[in-house]
Each structure stands twice: as C-alpha cells, then as structure tokens.
C-alpha cells in the first residue's frame, strides 16, 4: 500500500501563506494524478487542487488564484501553495493518489493529514 506523509501545518494569520508538502512512497512517475483534501470540522472531505500527468491541474472554486498545486518527481512528491490564507481555509489537509480524467477520482491510500489554522 502506497504510504504517504503530509508536513508544513501550522498556525497563520490571515492574509498569510503556508507550503505544504507530501511525500508518496510510491514513484510518481507511475502516478496518474495526485490531490489534496481537506476536511474541516463537522465538514465532509473537500477536494481542494489536483494535478494530473502531464502536469493537468483542477482547483475548487473557493481557492482558484491563491493555491497552487505542484510536484517533484525527483523527490516523489506533491506540494500545496497557500496564499492569502484566510480562517475558512481552516483544516486538517490530505493528499491523495488517484485518477483523473475530467474528474479526479481519489485512490484508496490517504497521509495522515496535516491542520492547518488561520487566525482572523
């Protein structure tokens, strides 16, 4: 099973930025498309960027020009840009392994999240 390992959560005002960074113990290259989550609480699971071969990307709507979604083959991971954060951002955030042809289907295997919180 595919492990993978979210870091860069924290604490940030509003208007502030974070990177965070995922590392898939499986080589991206056999990778279809890759994603993040994230779930806030008493919320479902959202998808919130994914990134498909070649280098194809999705956003949802509430973060289109701020987030930025990428990756490094070389280092077998995907990360997540975060700009002018703001407190609805709040929540522990995903990667994720899956497929995407038009939509992103996610895989099975799942980090164990990373929480991310922004102060008014």
């Known amino acids: 099973q595919v492990q993978l390992v979210e870091s860069g959560g924290g604490l940030v005002q509003a208007g502030g930025s974070l990177r965070l960074s995922c590392a898939s113990s499986?080589?991206?290259?056999?990778?279809?498309?890759m994603a993040w989550y994230r779930q806030a609480p008493g919320k479902q699971r959202e998808l919130v960027a994914a990134?498909?071969?070649?280098?194809?990307?999705k956003y949802a709507d509430s973060v289109k020009g701020r987030f930025t979604i990428s990756r490094d083959s070389d280092k077998n991971s995907v990360y997540l840009q975060m700009n002018s954060l703001q407190p609805e951002d709040t929540a522990v955030y995903y990667c994720?392994?899956?497929?995407?042809?038009?939509?992103?289907?996610?895989?099975?295997?799942w980090g164990q999240g990373t929480q991310v919180t922004v102060s008014s």
């Open positions: 994720n392994i899956g497929i995407m042809h038009g939509q992103y289907t996610p895989g099975a295997s």
């Open positions: 499986q080589n991206t290259f056999r990778i279809n498309a």
């Open positions: 990134m498909s071969v070649p280098n194809r990307t």
